[in-house]
Every structure is written in C-alpha cells, then in structure tokens.
Nanobody, 114 residues
Framework: QVQLVESGGGLVQPGESLRLSCEAS????????MSWYRQAPGKERELVAG????????NYADSVKGRFTISRDNAKNTVYLQMNSLKPEDTAVYYC???????WGQGTQVTVSS
C-alpha cells in the first residue's frame, strides 16, 4: 500500500536549517508530483512547496521563497525539503503529499524557537 514516511524534523533556533525527507513506497514514485504542506496550531494546512514528477518544475509559497528548496531523488523514492533561515513562524507539523493518489504522510514536527 501507499506509504509516505517523513523524517528530519526537530527543534532549532531562528536562522538555523533543517532538511526534511519523505520516503515513499507502494507506488511508482517517479510518476507523481509531490508536495510539502504544513499545519501550525490553530491554522489550516497550507502548501509549502511542490515538485513535478521529474523534478523539472517547482513552486513555493511566498512565505518560504528564497529560504526553502524542494527536491527529489527518484532513484531513492524520496522527496526533500531543505529549510534555511528558519523563523518562529515556520513552526508547524510538515506533511508530504502525493498528487493523484491523494495520500499524506504522518507528519514531522518542526519547532523554531530561541
């Protein structure tokens, strides 16, 4: 069955970096666009970044442009989110999502605090 397993979250200070990973299984990973979403306490889930199946095109929320980078390795069935210059407002649970199959991972907590 389709599985998405996120990892890499944690507690960091403002200005630091984290790299999230989402390892996929149970489907032909290279055939599907992928995205990262996040949900902060009391807020709706929002799109952070997306990437096409080949990795040739990406898109970002305005709030993370220039700081976050989405990438994928189709040989490893993994999508990444490199997050630099983290801010307290980036604190949220981060989820990966596979388009077409409409499936979510379990999420990984990112907390940015001094």
């Amino acid at each position: 069955q389709v599985q998405l397993v996120e990892s890499g979250g944690g507690l960091v200070q403002p200005g630091e970096s984290l790299r999230l990973s989402c390892e996929a299984s149970g489907f032909i990973f290279s055939s599907y666009a992928m995205s990262w979403y996040r949900q902060a306490p009391g807020k709706e889930r929002e799109l952070v970044a997306g990437i096409t199946s080949t990795g040739g095109r990406t898109n970002y929320a305005d709030s993370v442009k220039g700081r976050f980078t989405i990438s994928r390795d189709n040989a490893k069935n993994t999508v990444y989110l490199q997050m630099n210059s983290l801010k307290p407002e980036d604190t949220a649970v981060y989820y990966c999502f596979v388009h077409g199959l409409m499936r979510w991972g379990q999420g990984t907590q990112v907390t940015v605090s001094s």
